[in-house]
Each structure stands twice: as C-alpha cells, then as structure tokens.
C-alpha cells in the first residue's frame, strides 16, 4: 500500500446529476494548497459526455471512467469522491488492481445503509421539485437548497449553475438512470477493500442524505469518519478551507 502523502495525481468524481464545473475553485485550491496534481472527470451521461446516456449500474460508470483516464496520471492515484461519486469510487476500490492508493468519499452512501438515510423524508419535495419541474432555474435551486446549508453564497451559485446546465444540459432521462443505478448499488464486502485505505467525510447537519450512512460504512470497512457540524451535503461548496484542512490533516500531514 503507498503511503497517502506519495500520491501525485488525484482523480475527481461529482456526484447525482453534476458535472466537474460544480467543483467551483475548489479542485484548483487542492493543486496549489496541498500540492496535489487533479484530474476531473465526468460521469457518463453529464457534463462533457453529456450526450450520452448514462449506465444503469455503478459498475457500469466506474467502467466507462477508467476507459477515459487521462494518460498523464501517474498510478497509483488517488480519488476524492462525492456521492454518488462515493458509489463509484467504493465500486473501483472492490475491483482495484493496485491502481488506487487512497480515497476520500465524501456523504456517500449505499442501498445497504438504509432507504430513509439515504435520502431523508425532508428532502423528498426538492427531489421531486428537481426532477419534475420544467424550469431549469426552479430545478438547480430546489437542488442547491438541498445540498447547501450556507444560503449567503446560494444568489450566486444559482447563476453559475443554471449557465452550467445551459452550456452542458442534463437530461432528466439521465438522471433517471443515475438514480436506478445509485438505488441498485450494495456496498461491497469488507475483504474486497482491506487493501486500500479510505477516508469517509460528511456532516452531522446534512439535509439529504444522513451522516449515519457513513458511519455504517466507515464502521464496515474499519476507515476513520470525519464529520462537519453545520454543512450540507456538498461539502466542497459549504466549507471549502475546512475540507481542504480536513485534507491536509488525512492526506498530506500522513
């Protein structure tokens, strides 16, 4: 196993319907604050492979990002991972090859951890509100309203998100399909990840999906939990310096 602080190229996966613009400044303060070399790469079916349709399993979009790995990263590489992105990078620790050194997944989650933790009864109305209605404006703030807690930078991150969907749309019909493939997904068996280190981060005041789902997998695969007081779901968005101090503490510091 490579010791974390050796890593030099780390992989970055979104989560449900998102797509590597959502990282905001974030991915560029990880290279100049801890030095690390990032790589963003969308999901099948959002963001600059748009125009596809998105896999129906996890083992499925892990497949099709590991075909469109980037040459110039070095392995074994890292991966940070929010939700459903967490699926996908929990999916490629269980099959990998020696290619990963270390991963951070942030408020993941699995079928195994429990329906109404998965995705708590409050948010069910911006879920449907996201999914159904017509307007992209409506949909990106009924999403942004469940993800983040820190509703000073919303007015903001509303225009930047409803550009992003105009640059790059998402169809429903795709998010659809993540979502069946996110209900699908079992975490996987505790030996199939003993020879990897991981990190689980979330927040105890998550309004989407409950924290205790990774505890119930950090518990599993005996990695150390992390957990925010006050952000949402989107942790990068929330509290960006405290992630990134999270980071430096796990990582870097190792």
Known sequence: MSEPNTI???IFLRGLSREKAHWGNFIARCESELGWRCHAIDLPG???E???????SIA????????R?????TEPFGIVALSLGGMVALDWLAN??????????????????????????????STLNALLSTSIQSQERAILNMVSNNKAQHTELLQQWCHIRERRPATKTNVIRQLIAASRFKSPPTDKLNKVQGYFISSRADRMVS??????????????LTLHNSA??????????????????LVVAT
Do not use: M
């Open 69 to 73: 790995l980037p040459s110039a990263i």
């Open 232 to 249: 949402g779901h989107d942790l990068p968005i929330d509290d960006a310096d405290w992630l990134i101090g999270v980071f430096r503490q």
């Open 211 to 224: 924290h205790q789902c990774s505890e119930y997998l950090a518990t599993k695969y005996h990695y150390p």
């Open 8 to 10: 030099t190229d780390w």
């Open 60 to 67: 499925e979009i892990r497949q099709d990002i590991q075909q």
């Open 46 to 48: 959002f963001g600059s």
């Open 50 to 56: 748009h125009h596809r349709p998105s896999p129906l």
């Open 96 to 125: 990998s090859n020696g290619d990963i050194a270390a991963a951070i997944l942030i408020s993941t989650s699995s079928a195994d951890c429990g329906l109404l933790n998965r995705l708590k009864p409050s948010a069910v109305p």
